[in-house]
């Protein structure tokens, strides 16, 4: 009896939807496509850091410091227990490849490493290690070679009879094993490739020196995960504003059920049912529906992470040197709280309705609803929130620091004009409306659109913040695109590069394009943490190429003087904006042997996409100071109609070492490519969000059609056409979206400064110039406007083709 | 100017068709007024709908200055609709986002027939000269239909169609409505197709028919 109570008067409330299924529709699409869209974004970084967790083990079995041969190849396993004996606290290592090995249906080099892992992990914690990597695992089995899954299987059909170990923890493409094992797979009898140190470093490097050795000091402490903070932060503000866009159509939608519903409400609390029970039962809807559109939403996340992965995987891997693959891996956990986000937002977007539906009063007289009255009412409130809204980005604007301040500060601005648009609509309509229009149909027309405001101010709310966005995104991406194409013809001046594979060949490539090319420039690197900043320190030739072309941002008078003098060096745009450091400061950081060095800064230079922080110290000091960096890099200036011949010459003469040649066209179509893929996300997540404020749209005019029919009636009634109505409501909606879009250039100009300004400059230590696209504006409003046009086709044809019977029955009961 | 020939109509209903109109003829000439009486559903509103051309009759013919209207296209029964007639529905029909002064003024603005002390007259006459800047959602029911019943008749139209006109009206403002409806009958040879219950209003005008069971029958 109890059970019936409580199933009949909900089986009553769910009717609604049989009579009114596209609203159950739209309210599904809008929760799912919100839930979506959050979680491929989350699936997408959880990926990324489990990604950057496996690449951090590589670095947690590496060393600061390393002893490598001076040519770059294997050297005598003799000399470890020789520096041993000498007091050198060292551990012995080899890494080679495996060929031709296939993971993922590709084939690739699997990096072999091996290691002694007693003299690995001597003074290193192993509390956080994961258990099947520590040295036991070694000790215990004998011939293990751990990997991951993927690594392991395929390293099976090599056929190489070893006791396969797979460890979820290892990144694909690498295994690790006993270094015995290591020198017999590789064929490389007694050699090593290296020898870290884990301790102390004793103060000679003779003892390096007489054995052809030489000392370097290993980025590998960079940690990716840090690095990549501010791109996984943007995908995160990105699937968050998709988030928010989508439950603008649930919380239209919603408001719109409970209005119909109204009725029914009130008889069952007429019939004795409390206000408790009826508002239960509407939660109780919400939460069913919540988990269907949770569980779609799942889903669909899954295939969009999927779709946008590689380019993530691309910017990624490109940018940063992690190691992300190209597959997703879904933990149940995950399916759980994605279920939760979808709760979370039904249960934000219909909090008005439920309050309401708890103060519903049973004896309420139905009359209709008071647009204006409502209408001011909601304008004053959101002007009021505005104002506070205001305030608050007065503060980040002036105290704000940090990333997260930075994005506060975005969020904020965004949020107020949302909270804006529909005064701006109604100002802007009023002041039409001070014009006497001679036809009373123009009249009524704009009458009518300022008592629309209300009605589909949610959805334009949606479409400002989209349209914001991609003003805001597009600009800045189109800026950054004109200043790095332009910054990259500076920085890739030569017009070939060449890698050589060890110290002999170097040499003899330098012979041999003497007297045949133009310069012959050395390109060396080492790097190091200066002032916990991780950094590269650059060895060049001050060459007339670099005067000429180098993107200096601040310069002292006689920079490329000073520099061919060894007076000074120069760095670039993050390493001044980290350190706080400009033209004329001193830098202090250390040589090869750890001796403090500090040097005048000369010129800042822009250096657009490196994460790490940049320095170039004139080529003869930086031999004298890190004189074991062998050269083996360099840029050739040559004419280009000689490009091919040198090419060829240089592949006879070395056929069969392992010589890089690269040519500028190639390094600028990669380094462009990179950038593409890199934005190729955010515009597409750009895009999405439109999208989602163009069903949005749709979402209120079908919701609202019902209500239209019976405000259009009386005109309908008086003799004006129904297709001179409908094609008055697609003008409409035409006429309030470019109206939307008017007030939205500013506002994503707005997005534009801040995002250039203040959260690229919080997140990577670079600014970019602000330039304008006119032409980008423009088919961002036509693409609107088609967008309007589709959304609003239905209820339009819809309107054209009613019958008589349901224009009178809307007029006759008016909801 | 007005002739019905064998109108019938039929709604479509869980039970079936539900007939409302069973052959229904009617012939009303210029300046005539005349009140259909009849039970509430016995079909008079939907008469008056098919009458002015927004519901069409199953069979039968409505002739209007001599065209019959459901032969033309939905275009010229809108003009007809727009320059010879007026409505007055039992719901008011006020347009929502125009104040009472502009719904009053709009009917007569399309049709190119405004005449401002016209309408100064009949809003003096209907007493709501107090209301002409505000919304509808912003007055009474009485107030709307009076509303209603100006716009209709400011647009200065060959045929009034009146579903009920003095349904929310006290007996003051009946009063006034029966003697504004009288004088544009009289003055304007306004033809005048009223549909009501009350027995007091239909006394009032010229002729009376009934409606019931979907027969149309001349009242004695």
Redesign the interface.
């Known amino acids: 009896m109890c059970d019936k109570l409580i199933l009949l008067p909900f089986l009553a409330i769910l009717k609604h939807w049989k009579r009114r299924p596209l609203q159950l529709i739209l309210i599904l699409v809008g929760l799912t496509t919100a839930t979506a869209l959050w979680n491929s974004v989350h699936l997408i970084n959880n990926e990324a850091q489990k990604a950057y967790s496996d690449a951090q083990i590589l670095s947690e079995i590496s060393n600061e410091k390393t002893i490598l041969a001076k040519n770059g190849l294997y050297f005598e396993d003799k000399y470890f227990s020789e520096l041993r004996r000498l007091g050198w606290p060292i551990t012995p290592r080899i890494e080679g490849p495996i060929n031709n090995v296939k993971i993922n249906g590709s084939e690739l080099d699997v990096v072999l490493i091996g290691i002694d892992p007693l003299s690995t992990f001597q003074n290193k914690s192993l509390d956080t290690f994961p258990q099947d990597l520590r040295p036991e695992k070694f000790l215990r089995g004998s011939r293990v070679i751990v990997g991951g899954p993927k690594t392991i299987k395929a390293l099976k059909v090599k056929e190489l009879v070893y006791n396969f170990v797979i460890s979820n923890h290892f990144p694909e493409g690498f295994a690790l094993t006993d270094i015995s094992i290591a020198q017999k797979i590789l064929n490389a009898g007694n050699k090593l490739t290296s020898l870290d140190l884990v301790g102390g470093l004793p103060s000679e490097l003779s003892d390096l020196e007489a054995r052809g050795l030489r000392l370097k000091q290993n980025d590998n402490d960079v940690d990716l995960s840090s690095l990549t903070k501010s791109f996984h932060l943007n995908l995160t503000a990105f699937g968050l504003l998709s988030y928010i866009v989508g439950l603008f159509i649930v919380y239209a939608t919603i408001n719109l059920a409970f209005e119909q519903r109204k009725g029914i409400l009130k008889s069952l609390r007429s019939l004795g049912f409390s206000a408790v029970t009826v508002t239960s039962l509407m939660i109780v809807e919400v939460l069913i529906i919540s988990l269907i559109a949770g569980n779609l939403g799942v889903i669909l996340s899954y295939f969009l992470a999927a779709a946008l992965l590689p380019d993530v995987a691309i910017t990624l891997n490109g940018l940063f040197g992690a190691n992300l693959d190209n597959g997703l891996s879904v933990e149940p956990s995950f399916w759980f709280s994605s279920l939760g986000i979808s709760v979370f937002g039904a249960s934000c977007s219909s909090a008005p309705s439920l309050i309401k539906i708890g103060t519903l009063s049973p004896i309420e007289s139905s009359k209709?609803?008071?647009?204006?009255?409502k209408t001011k009412s909601n304008l004053k409130y959101q002007f009021a929130t505005a104002i506070a809204l205001m305030i608050s980005i007065i503060y980040f604007f002036k105290f704000g620091d940090g990333l997260i301040s930075a994005f506060l500060l975005l969020g904020s601005t965004l949020i107020s004009a949302t909270l804006l648009l529909p005064i701006f609509l109604w100002l802007s309509i009023s002041l039409i409306l001070k014009y006497k229009f001679k036809n009373?149909?123009v009249?009524?027309f704009f009458?009518?659109s300022?008592?629309q405001i209300n009605s589909l101010s949610v959805s334009l709310m949606a479409l400002l913040i989209a349209l914001a966005v991609n003003v805001g995104v597009g600009g800045m991406v189109e800026s950054f695109r004109k200043t790095f194409i332009g910054w990259l013809d500076q920085r890739l001046v030569s017009e070939l590069y060449i890698l050589a594979p060890d110290i002999e060949i170097a040499k003899k490539i330098e012979i041999n394009l003497t007297n045949k090319v133009s310069a012959i420039l050395p390109i060396v690197k080492v790097s190091q943490k200066i002032f916990d900043t991780s950094s590269e320190i650059f060895g060049f030739v001050p060459h007339s190429t670099y005067q000429e072309h180098w993107p200096l941002l601040e310069e002292n008078t006689k920079v490329w003087e000073m520099l061919r003098q060894e007076k000074g060096l120069i760095i670039n745009e993050q390493l001044s904006r980290r350190l706080k450091l400009s033209v004329s400061d001193m830098i202090e950081f250390q040589s090869s042997t750890g001796k403090k060095l500090s040097f005048e800064i000369l010129g800042v230079y822009s250096d657009y996409g490196n994460p790490k922080g940049q320095l170039m110290l004139p080529y003869g000091l930086f031999k004298r100071y890190f004189p074991d960096v062998p050269k083996l890099r360099f840029a050739i200036r040559l004419p280009k109609e000689m490009i091919p011949q040198i090419r060829s010459d240089l592949k006879s003469a070395f056929s069969k070492k392992k010589i890089i040649i690269t040519d500028q066209t190639e390094i600028k179509s990669i380094s462009t490519k990179i950038f593409d893929k890199t934005f190729s996300i955010t515009r597409a997540l750009s895009l999405l969000t439109l999208g989602v404020a163009g069903v949005a749209l749709f979402t209120s005019t079908a919701a609202l059609s019902d209500n239209r029919n019976s405000?259009l009636?009386?005109?309908w009634?008086?003799?004006?056409?129904?297709n001179t109505l409908a094609a008055l409501e697609t003008i409409r909606a035409l006429a309030l979206s470019m109206l939307t879009f008017i007030f939205a250039l500013p506002i994503g100009l707005c997005v534009v400064f801040l995002l250039t300004n203040y959260v690229n400059l919080e997140a990577f230590d670079w600014k970019l110039p602000i330039y304008y696209f006119p032409y980008q504006w423009l088919s961002l409003l036509l693409l609107t406007l088609i967008m309007t046009f589709l959304s609003t086709a239905l209820h339009s044809i819809k309107l054209s083709r009613a019958s008589?019977?349901e224009?009178?029955k809307a007029?006759?009961?008016?909801t | 100017m007005l002739c019905l020939k064998n109108v019938s109509k039929s709604f479509d209903s869980a039970e079936g068709p539900l007939e409302v109109l069973n052959n229904v003829n009617l012939t009303v000439s210029q300046g005539e007024s005349i009140a259909i009486l009849g039970e509430s559903g016995s079909g008079k509103s939907t008469l008056l709908?098919i009458i002015?051309g927004?519901?069409?009759p199953n069979t039968g013919s409505v002739e209007f200055d001599n065209e019959d209207l459901w032969v033309l296209g939905?275009?010229s029964r809108?003009?007809?609709?727009?320059?010879k007639?007026?409505?007055i529905?039992?719901?008011f029909?006020?347009?929502?986002?125009?104040t009472i002064r502009?719904n009053i003024?709009?009917?007569a603005?399309?049709?190119k027939k405004f005449d401002p002390s016209f309408i100064k007259d009949v809003v003096r006459l209907l007493r709501i000269e107090d209301i002409m800047e505000k919304?509808p959602?912003?007055t009474s029911g009485g107030q709307q239909q009076r509303t209603a019943i100006a716009r209709a008749v400011s647009a200065k139209p060959t045929l009034i169609l009146a579903d009920e006109p003095t349904g929310n009206l006290d007996e003051l403002n009946t009063q006034s409505v029966i003697q504004m409806l009288g004088k544009l009958v009289t003055q304007s040879k306004t033809t005048l197709l009223v549909a009501t219950h009350s027995n007091s209003f239909a006394s009032r005008l010229k002729s009376q028919v009934m409606l019931s069971k979907g027969k149309l029958s001349r009242n004695v």
């Open positions: 209709k609803i008071a647009l204006y009255k009373p149909l009249h009524w009458a009518d300022k008592q405000q009636a009386p005109l009634a008086i003799g004006v056409q129904q008589p019977s224009l009178l007029s006759l009961y008016d | 709908h002015s927004l519901e069409k939905e275009a809108a003009k007809i609709r727009r320059e007639m007026a409505v529905f039992q719901q029909n006020l347009v929502p986002s125009l502009e003024e709009l009917h603005k399309i049709v919304y959602e912003q």
